[in-house]
């Protein structure tokens, strides 16, 4: 490609352009498949006593001005994912011990992302 020097700045700032559209899509992909194998392992590792629970882990696809993000979330039981994992205090005294099965998963998708990213970037 043959460029002249008056042009310069236009060129690098079109291949610039390209290289950011290219890795945005690269990402995208990756965090929508990525949150997608999040969901899966939440369902398969929360705790079970009728399977509403674990069965109600969902990602959604959250689109800000410039960015697109995905969500993992608990579409069904939504109040009992800070009681589960943290435990809470019993009705008639004592308390239940959390069952951390959040936060291993948010960790392991954090990982597998930053690596996405790493690898898109390149």
């Known amino acids: 490609m043959e460029v002249k020097v008056s042009e310069?700045?236009?060129?690098?700032?079109?291949?610039?352009?390209?290289?950011?559209?290219?890795?945005?899509?690269?990402?995208?992909?990756?965090?929508?498949?990525?949150?997608?194998?999040?969901?899966?392992?939440?369902?398969?590792?929360?705790?079970?006593?009728?399977g509403r629970y674990a069965k109600g882990w969902r990602v959604r696809k959250a689109e800000g001005r410039h960015e697109v993000g995905y969500v993992i979330h608990n579409k069904t039981s939504w109040q009992l994912t800070h009681l589960l994992e943290h435990g809470h205090v019993k009705r008639g005294g004592g308390r239940v011990q959390g069952r951390p099965h959040i936060t291993p998963v948010e960790q392991h998708v954090a990982a597998a992302f930053e690596a996405a990213v790493v690898e898109a970037i390149k």
Request: no cysteine; net charge positive.
């Open 8 to 50: 310069l700045a236009k060129a690098i700032e079109s291949e610039l352009r390209q290289y950011n559209k290219e890795v945005l899509a690269a990402i995208n992909l990756s965090g929508g498949r990525i949150a997608g194998e999040g969901a899966t392992m939440l369902r398969e590792t929360s705790p079970r006593r009728t």
